[in-house]
């Protein structure tokens, strides 16, 4: 019987290294893998790149890595939730990729459909297209985007079982089952693992085949 579970947080998070990329799940306080990130915090990784929607908030997320000097560079979508990452990047302590959130998912979504990118409309004429190929296609300008990678993919699930198949407590998913198909492990912190069968197939939102590591947390944010 295969079983993913690992004993605890410092197991789950063993070979992320410096100078990783790490996807980092969460919308705001919802589907944050806290456990996780402190795990990785403890670790004291150095140079990591970090992909998620946000730079983190105060404490308790990824502004906690940016407070240790672990983080290179932040690739998101909206950093300025974060004034530990403002202080920083206005120091050019720590660098910055804005993307805007559909440009985001789609890029990381790519890369788990094993694509070579996708021509978007999004950034034409802005200067997030600085350096990018443009092409003209009808009338229009797009611009193309590359797939989005990582080493790891932290993610928080409502419900896993034995074999990593996970579901979401509402918009706690957010950016977990993108994350999920795109980075080389995934770990996945569960608020509850249950029995293989104990999840309806017909609920399962990221398939096991997709999760490497599960460990359990308390209740689901």
């Given at each position: 019987m295969i079983?993913k579970?690992?004993?605890?947080f410092r197991?789950?998070?063993e070979?992320?290294?410096?100078?990783?990329?790490?996807?980092?799940?969460?919308?705001?306080?919802?589907g944050?893998p806290?456990?996780?990130v402190?795990a990785?915090?403890?670790?004291?990784?150095?140079?990591?790149?970090?992909?998620?929607?946000?730079?983190?908030?105060?404490?308790?997320?990824?502004?906690?890595w940016?407070s240790?000097?672990l983080?290179r560079?932040v690739?998101?979508?909206?950093?300025?939730?974060?004034?530990t990452?403002v202080a920083?990047?206005?120091?050019?302590?720590?660098?910055?990729?804005l993307i805007?959130?559909g440009?985001?998912?789609e890029r990381m979504?790519?890369?788990g459909a094993g694509?070579?990118g996708?021509?978007?409309?999004?950034?034409?004429?802005?200067?997030?297209a600085?350096?990018?190929?443009?092409?003209?296609?009808?009338e229009?300008?797009?611009?193309?985007?590359?797939?989005?990678t990582?080493?790891f993919a932290?993610?928080?699930?409502?419900?896993?079982?034995l074999?990593?198949?996970?579901t979401?407590?509402k918009?706690?998913?957010?950016?977990a089952?993108?994350?999920?198909?795109?980075?080389?492990?995934v770990?996945a912190?569960a608020?509850?693992?249950?029995?293989v069968?104990?999840i309806d197939?017909?609920?399962?939102?990221?398939p096991?085949?997709?999760?490497?590591?599960i460990?359990?947390?308390?209740p689901?944010?």
């Amino acid at each position: 019987m295969i079983d993913k579970r690992m004993a605890g947080f410092r197991e789950a998070v063993e070979g992320i290294e410096t100078g990783h990329t790490v996807m980092v799940g969460g919308f705001g306080d919802a589907g944050v893998p806290i456990g996780l990130v402190a795990a990785v915090l403890e670790r004291g990784p150095r140079d990591i790149t970090v992909i998620a929607n946000n730079a983190g908030f105060h404490t308790g997320d990824i502004s906690d890595w940016l407070s240790a000097g672990l983080v290179r560079k932040v690739i998101c979508s909206y950093p300025r939730t974060s004034p530990t990452f403002v202080a920083l990047y206005r120091q050019g302590r720590v660098e910055l990729e804005l993307i805007p959130q559909g440009t985001l998912v789609e890029r990381m979504r790519c890369a788990g459909a094993g694509l070579g990118g996708f021509f978007s409309p999004v950034s034409a004429g802005t200067l997030l297209a600085a350096g990018k190929e443009v092409r003209t296609i009808g009338e229009r300008d797009y611009v193309l985007e590359v797939p989005l990678t990582a080493d790891f993919a932290l993610i928080r699930a409502r419900q896993a079982d034995l074999m990593g198949n996970l579901t979401y407590n509402k918009t706690a998913r957010n950016f977990a089952p993108v994350m999920a198909t795109a980075a080389r492990v995934v770990v996945a912190e569960a608020s509850e693992i249950v029995a293989v069968g104990g999840i309806d197939p017909e609920a399962v939102i990221t398939p096991g085949i997709l999760v490497d590591r599960i460990v359990q947390q308390g209740p689901c944010a």
